[in-house]
């Protein structure tokens, strides 16, 4: 039997995958895999669509990009895989930081206003636009740093540029003045702490608790030719994340990702977010944030049909999407819990048995319901106190006002009744 | 005649982009720049004002190369190499050879084709280069194994030169191996015995 090829970017949140394979949870169901270091994801995207890959770690964007027809190259893909939540962070420069904490920074909800005071200042003054940097069009960094920004007042396409730069040279981008920002995965938040050229403005955590990151996907011809394939994949990956998100295993993974083949990056560095002491700037001390990074608790891993189409609304927000289409069947083209239920109830592990659930409600841990026993769920609040309901997406973008997409609502309703 | 292309290279192998150049220019292309992936690719790229970039999947830079949309809006909107469906073949032999490409100005799909076949080619040619010289260092080495070999047999059994090669040849034969890893078994086993 081939190996099966499945592709990842070095990236902290890579871990269930290289705990999957380090840890023997692959071979102990059966799988006999490689994994190829990607250096970036119009690669991984390209490489599954030709079959150089059989799925990769991918920005929970892409499979529902390639759903809605909006990237280059369409070839359908599938997720039954949630690879973790949160994990992500918005760092602006040294001296940005300073403005903005003189225009009255604090927590990450203020921030955004006091970013808006500094941009303010910069029209009056004829200074040029700031730059923030994120990773890829369709990427969730894109995305949660849009909603901070226009929750701070910011419109993300007017007031400030946004460009791309891929994470690798994120940190360089800032010491040479190019960007004055950024939202990325770690390590890079923390390599720019440590290296005292920036500050953490605002965490993914408190801009959308528990909010989804990244999947892991296949080429649907691919997973629809071997479901058993499929399942063990998925079985496998479910144990792993179980081990990779216990606290006392923390540690190890720090340990496992920092080696050549992986992050290749110090330990010291990764074992930061991993165990989640999390370091905002250079001169202050470490917060306690145990939910920076989640790889299974919360049911982090159940790829939630309404986390799908919180992103497709996002799309029609930013105007990536301009046709109105019916969210919900694009949504359920690319993900699905039906197979991931498949799996957890073959290792035991309990599911949700709803594949919708409204966002930005619960303050506090609370439990759902599931197949095999409740769960325990974490927060969802948004930072600007929102509320989403999957199936009501027409209301919800609506209900941005002025930030309301260019899309006629109309017909986008009438596709979604 | 149609004006030339207008191609600006990212790949952070030198050599491979001056192969690259050197066969865009012997197609008719004129060739902006070489650069290697770096920070501010986005502001390069609007002072080179390319019709089609071409970059090595080795580098990172393909992310930020596909969001020129927004950068490039005053010109007319780019599109991917890729953006072509039905185009799967080159789509593939492309993926395969490590390259892509990014159209940035209103190029006709046939003549976009044209320039990514060149560097596909070249792309191919520097990776037939690559493997050729790896052979050779592979052969110096086993040449120099064989020898080794050859010279311990003389020595512990006290044979000819022409005797210890047909005792390896042998040995070879018998095992159905290749007479280097042979040579480095008895290489191997008169350190352990030393």
């Not at chain 1, 110090?266 to 999390?278: C, Q």
């Not at chain 2, 490409?101 to 044209?114: D, H, K, M, N």
């Not at chain 2, 037939?128 to 003389?154: D, F, Y």
């Amino acid at each position: 039997m081939t190996p099966l090829r499945l592709g990842f970017i070095p990236l902290s949140d890579c871990a269930v995958l290289a705990v999957a394979l380090e840890k023997g949870f692959f071979r102990r169901h059966g799988l006999d895999v490689v994994l190829s270091r990607e250096v970036s994801w119009a690669n991984i995207r390209d490489k599954t669509a030709v079959g150089a890959l059989d799925g990769a770690q991918m920005l929970a964007g892409m499979p529902l990009a390639a759903a809605a027809g909006i990237d280059p190259v369409a070839s359908p893909l599938l997720t039954a895989f949630s690879l973790d939540l949160n994990g992500n962070a918005i760092t602006v420069s040294n001296e940005l930081w300073q403005r903005m904490q003189a225009a009255g920074a604090v927590t990450a909800s203020s921030n955004g206003a006091a970013l808006r005071r500094v941009i303010d200042d910069n029209r009056r003054s004829g200074r040029p636009l700031l730059r923030f940097a994120m990773v890829y069009p369709f990427s969730t960094h894109n995305y949660e740093l849009r909603y901070w920004l226009a929750a701070g007042g910011i419109d993300p396409d007017a007031d400030v540029q946004l460009t791309v730069v891929p994470p690798p040279r994120m940190v360089e981008a800032l010491e040479r003045g190019l960007i004055d920002g950024f939202c990325v995965g770690e390590p890079w938040n923390s390599l720019a702490v440590l290296r005292e050229l920036g500050r953490v403005a605002a965490t993914k955590y408190e801009i959308w608790n528990n909010s989804p990151e990244k999947v892991l996907a296949l080429s649907r011809g691919f997973a629809e030719r071997d479901e058993e394939l499929h399942q063990a994949l998925l079985r496998a990956l479910i144990e792993a994340a179980v081990w990779t998100d216990a606290a006392e295993n923390r540690a190890e993974v720090a340990r496992i990702l920092a080696v050549p083949r992986y992050l290749n990056a110090p330990e010291e560095l990764l074992a930061g977010s991993l165990t989640g002491r999390v370091v905002f700037g250079s001169s202050a001390a470490a917060v306690d944030m145990p939910d920076f990074h989640v790889f299974q608790r919360y049911a982090a891993n159940y790829p939630w049909i309404s986390h799908a189409v919180w992103l497709l609304a996002q799309m029609v927000r930013w105007g990536q999407l301009a046709s109105p289409v019916d969210l919900l069947a694009t949504a359920k083209a690319a993900y699905r819990p039906d197979l991931y239920r498949e799996a957890a109830r073959a290792v035991g592990i309990a599911a949700p048995e709803v594949d919708l659930k409204p966002e930005g409600i619960h303050r506090a841990p609370w439990h759902l319901g599931g197949a095999g026993g409740a769960i325990e769920m974490g927060s969802d609040m948004f930072c600007d106190g929102r509320v989403f309901d999957a199936t009501d997406v027409v209301g919800y973008l609506a209900g941005f006002g002025a930030g309301a997409p260019q899309m006629d609502l109309d017909a986008l309703a009438a596709l979604n009744s | 005649m149609a004006s030339p292309i207008r191609v600006l290279i990212v790949d952070d192998s030198a050599e491979r982009a001056a192969l690259i150049e050197a066969g865009l220019v012997a197609s008719g292309c004129e060739v902006l720049a070489r650069l290697a992936g770096r920070a501010d690719l986005h502001d390069k790229l609007n002072s080179f004002e390319p019709d089609v970039i071409i970059v090595s999947m080795e580098c990172p830079d393909r992310d930020a190369l596909e969001d020129m949309s927004r950068i490039t809006s005053q010109r007319p909107r780019p599109t991917v190499m890729f953006v072509d469906r039905s185009d799967n073949e080159s789509i593939r032999a492309a993926v395969q050879a490590g390259v892509s490409a990014y159209v940035v100005g209103g190029l006709s799909p046939e003549r976009v084709r044209s320039v990514l076949e060149v560097a596909i080619a070249r792309f191919n040619e520097f990776q037939a280069l690559r493997q050729e010289l790896e052979t050779a260092k592979e052969s110096l080495e086993e040449r120099k194994v064989i020898e080794r070999a050859k010279g311990l047999l003389m020595k512990s059994r006290g044979l000819s030169e022409d005797a210890a090669f047909h005792q390896l040849r042998r040995m070879a034969m018998d095992r159905k191996m290749r007479l280097a890893a042979v040579a480095r078994e008895v290489v191997a086993a008169a350190e352990l015995l030393l």
